[in-house]
């Protein structure tokens, strides 16, 4: 609405404007006409100029009188600019923000809508978790079809950075059915519309403290329930589609059998930050564990006692 008002003080003033040059424009070229000769009069250097009284007086006064308008309009104006500009920068930034959770909206929706198809595969816009067609290449070197279970991704930053999100969206999932979406990765996205997908996921995102209430209600603290909701499509082999191995078998995650964890972790409480943090690329954990990034952090989506119910469950394992 304001800018339609600017917009239309602007066109007043660019028509004020260029019908007063070419008010002024007619009115030199009919000065200019008069006879040859007539320049002995009218040449400015020949005209009489006004005298000291005239131009000490009335002439000076004039001139004042104008810096001092000059000065008043720059003493009231340029405040009131200063007041309104962190709220024209804060709708611009708005606007920017607006724009690209639009723009991810378009890059997201299913391809009968004209988007990527992450809709199609996550459980539409709002990305509530969904089923991908998948073949599989079985040991006998065989093909079957199966349905892999695609993740919801309105969590997906609480879990993972916006960073380690980036990395996904770039690279995919290797054997899954999620492809690599980034040029890097062989994809057909750029840089700028990776960012606005990830500004739609950012978007709708739900809060950690109701996801956290809701799970708390939902699976108390069960840690083989748990560890089937939050661990297994990672760390079970087969249970993305349906046929899972022992919890803990080993798939996109490493295998979490055989007295591994507990040389790992020798503390249970350093398994429990482990859990709560999740990792970081480069970053060493455990006694002999080397960071991908990949494994993400559960502190905005279990609580403590959630968390620990899980140390005690893959422990047992
Ligand atoms: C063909 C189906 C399919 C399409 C299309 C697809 N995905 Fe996926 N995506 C999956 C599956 C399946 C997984 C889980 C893979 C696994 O089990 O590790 C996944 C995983 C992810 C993850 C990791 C989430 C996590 O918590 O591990 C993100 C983020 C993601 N997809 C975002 C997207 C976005 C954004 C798009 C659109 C550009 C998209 N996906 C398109 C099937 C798909
Ligand atoms: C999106 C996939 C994914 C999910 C979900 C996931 N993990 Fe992981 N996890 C990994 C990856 C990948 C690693 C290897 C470390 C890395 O690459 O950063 C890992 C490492 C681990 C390790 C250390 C293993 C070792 O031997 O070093 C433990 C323990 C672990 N995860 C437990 C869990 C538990 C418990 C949950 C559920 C609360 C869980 N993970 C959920 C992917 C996942």
Redesign the pocket.
């Given at each position: 609405m304001l800018a339609t008002t600017q917009q239309t003080v602007g066109i007043v003033i660019a028509v004020l404007l260029s019908v007063g040059w070419v008010v002024y424009l007619i009115a030199n070229y009919r000065r200019a006409r008069p006879e040859v000769g007539s320049e002995i009069e009218l040449a400015p250097n020949r005209k009489p100029y006004l005298d000291d009284e005239e131009l000490e007086g009335r002439k000076l006064e004039q001139a004042q009188l104008l810096g001092l308008v000059s000065l008043a309009v720059i003493a009231i104006a340029l405040p009131l600019y200063w007041l309104a500009e962190p709220g024209r920068q804060a709708s611009a930034e708005r606007g920017f923000e607006e724009r690209a959770i639009n723009e991810g909206a378009r890059l997201f929706a299913t391809t009968e809508a004209g988007g990527f198809d992450c809709a199609g595969c996550h459980g539409g816009m709002a990305a509530t978790g969904g089923v991908a067609p998948y073949v599989l290449t079985d040991p006998d070197g065989s093909l079957r079809q199966v349905d892999w279970a695609a993740p919801r991704l309105d969590t997906t930053l609480l879990i993972f950075s916006e960073d380690e999100v980036r990395d996904i969206l770039v690279y995919g999932r290797p054997f899954s059915p999620m492809p690599a979406w980034g040029l890097e990765g062989g994809g057909p996205m750029n840089e700028q519309m990776i960012d606005n997908l990830i500004a739609y996921m950012a978007s709708i995102t739900i809060s950690p403290e109701e996801y956290i209430a809701e799970n708390e209600e939902r699976y108390g603290t069960d840690g083989a329930e748990?560890?089937d909701a939050?661990?297994a499509?990672?760390?079970t082999t087969g249970w993305s589609y349906g046929e899972p191995d022992e919890p803990g078998s080993g798939g996109?995650?490493?295998r979490?059998l055989g007295g591994?964890?507990e040389q790992?972790f020798v503390d249970e409480e350093d398994?429990v930050d482990?859990?709560t943090e999740g990792?970081e690329f480069g970053q060493q954990y455990?006694r002999f564990?080397m960071?991908?990034?990949?494994?993400?952090g559960?502190g905005q989506v279990l609580s403590e006692a959630q968390i620990e119910a899980?140390v005690d469950y893959?422990r047992g394992l």
């Amino acid at each position: 609405m304001l800018a339609t008002t600017q917009q239309t003080v602007g066109i007043v003033i660019a028509v004020l404007l260029s019908v007063g040059w070419v008010v002024y424009l007619i009115a030199n070229y009919r000065r200019a006409r008069p006879e040859v000769g007539s320049e002995i009069e009218l040449a400015p250097n020949r005209k009489p100029y006004l005298d000291d009284e005239e131009l000490e007086g009335r002439k000076l006064e004039q001139a004042q009188l104008l810096g001092l308008v000059s000065l008043a309009v720059i003493a009231i104006a340029l405040p009131l600019y200063w007041l309104a500009e962190p709220g024209r920068q804060a709708s611009a930034e708005r606007g920017f923000e607006e724009r690209a959770i639009n723009e991810g909206a378009r890059l997201f929706a299913t391809t009968e809508a004209g988007g990527f198809d992450c809709a199609g595969c996550h459980g539409g816009m709002a990305a509530t978790g969904g089923v991908a067609p998948y073949v599989l290449t079985d040991p006998d070197g065989s093909l079957r079809q199966v349905d892999w279970a695609a993740p919801r991704l309105d969590t997906t930053l609480l879990i993972f950075s916006e960073d380690e999100v980036r990395d996904i969206l770039v690279y995919g999932r290797p054997f899954s059915p999620m492809p690599a979406w980034g040029l890097e990765g062989g994809g057909p996205m750029n840089e700028q519309m990776i960012d606005n997908l990830i500004a739609y996921m950012a978007s709708i995102t739900i809060s950690p403290e109701e996801y956290i209430a809701e799970n708390e209600e939902r699976y108390g603290t069960d840690g083989a329930e748990l560890f089937d909701a939050f661990c297994a499509r990672c760390h079970t082999t087969g249970w993305s589609y349906g046929e899972p191995d022992e919890p803990g078998s080993g798939g996109f995650g490493p295998r979490l059998l055989g007295g591994r964890i507990e040389q790992q972790f020798v503390d249970e409480e350093d398994m429990v930050d482990f859990l709560t943090e999740g990792t970081e690329f480069g970053q060493q954990y455990g006694r002999f564990g080397m960071g991908s990034g990949r494994m993400p952090g559960f502190g905005q989506v279990l609580s403590e006692a959630q968390i620990e119910a899980i140390v005690d469950y893959v422990r047992g394992l």
